[in-house]
């Protein structure tokens, strides 16, 4: 009986490491494409914990549903189960093996967090370090040879790009270029490196796709770093709630190849600055025109708090106004 209840729960685990696998590359799935360097970082971290979880989850209910049938007490049997004493033996395995797991899960996030370079809200110092984003490149991300991605990564210049972020709108400024934008552009497979600036409360720069958030600290000049590696159109948001209009405070990121980039900054270098279309001044100026009222079958709820930042002037404006 001893013997049957052994080779039963050594295959239940084999089985469940198996689905514990097949859960961890399943959860790859779950997120929106790979767009960064580091979001391969991200998501390896996150499958591990959904197999680790998956294993955990198994381990638990399987043993439970083993006892609850096999084990169970016969009808009417009201007896008391047997007395049955500790054994220290197994409380020391079952302190010591989640103790080293949460452990060896916190170094691996910590980890892949400082690889990521990203910054908190309480953080008063700059970051400089370049070299903490090559590591986000350790494994191949497609079947280019991984010594000539890095070697290109080595050697493309990085793009300067001032971020302020206000309520309610980003803007991108190219200093190289003298182009401002409420739209951002990327050159791909080239990094990125954001000085952040908030203009008056707290914001998230946030793009899912890219993996990355970072806080932008009002009176703080935060620099962050991104490393894009898919072309393709991402909505980058406003992740940290900002005041009334924060959920339309979101543009476009636009991942070009270089070429094309730098035919999109000749362009917009040759457009004359004008205010942009701004979706949260546009809705308080005729709310103000509306005596401060809301109309039926209008999106103006009035404005509890402060009235919108003025409309950014800018070289280019994104051709999507919002994503609601």
Same mark, same amino acid.
């Given at each position: ?11 239940? +685990? ?5 689905? %514990?696998?097949?859960?961890?590359? #399943? ?8 767009? %960064?360097?580091? =979001? ?12 680790? +979880?998956?294993?955990?989850?198994? +381990? ?6 083993? %006892? ?13 189960? !047997? ?5 220290? /033996? ?13 452990? =060896? ?13 990203? *910054? ?19 494994? $191949? ?15 493309? $210049? ?11 709108? /980003?803007?991108?400024?190219? !200093?190289? #270029?003298?182009?401002? =934008?409420?739209?951002?552009?990327? !050159? ?9 600036? %908030? ?8 793009? $899912? ?27 980058? *948001? ?23 980039? *730098?035919? /999109? ?5 040759? #457009?004359? !600055? ?12 005729? +709310? ?22 003025? $409309? ?13």
């Amino acid at each position: 009986m001893k013997l049957r209840a052994i080779i039963t729960l050594t295959v239940y +685990g084999i089985l469940a490491a198996i689905a %514990s696998l097949w859960m961890a590359k #399943q959860s790859y799935s779950w997120f929106p494409p790979e767009a %960064s360097a580091e =979001s391969k970082l991200i998501d390896d971290l996150f499958a591990l914990f959904t197999g680790l +979880g998956t294993f955990i989850y198994l +381990g638990v209910i399987g043993p439970f549903f083993y %006892s609850l049938i096999f084990h169970r007490a016969a009808k009417y049997d009201l007896s008391d189960g !047997p007395a049955i004493e500790g054994n220290t /033996w197994l409380e020391v395995i079952w302190t010591a093996v989640p103790l080293v797991l949460v452990i =060896s899960l916190a170094l691996a996030s910590y980890r892949t967090y400082n690889k990521m370079a990203i *910054r908190g809200p309480m953080d008063l110092v700059h970051l400089h370090l370049p070299q903490l984003m090559e590591t986000a490149y350790a494994l $191949p991300l497609d079947d280019t040879p991984q010594l000539q991605i890095q070697n290109a990564l080595e050697t493309a $210049p990085v793009e300067h790009i001032d971020v302020t972020a206000r309520q309610w709108a /980003w803007i991108f400024r190219y !200093p190289e #270029q003298n182009v401002t =934008s409420t739209e951002l552009h990327l !050159p791909v497979n080239r990094r990125a490196r954001f000085t952040l600036h %908030s203009e008056d409360v707290l914001h998230g720069f946030y793009i $899912p796709a890219f993996r990355v958030e970072q806080y932008v600290v009002p009176n703080q000049d935060i620099d962050f770093e991104v490393t894009p590696i898919k072309t393709g159109t991402y909505r980058l *948001r406003d992740s940290m709630y900002s005041g009334t209009y924060f959920a339309a405070n979101q543009t476009d990121a636009v991942v070009q190849p270089v070429e094309e980039y *730098r035919q /999109w900054l000749a362009a917009a270098a040759a #457009q004359t !600055p004008t205010p942009a279309f701004n979706q949260a001044a546009s809705e308080y100026a005729r +709310g103000q025109a509306q005596g401060g009222r809301a109309k039926e079958n209008t999106a103006i709820k009035g404005w509890a708090t402060i009235p919108p930042a003025p $409309p950014p002037v800018t070289n280019y404006a994104s051709k999507q106004v919002s994503n609601k």
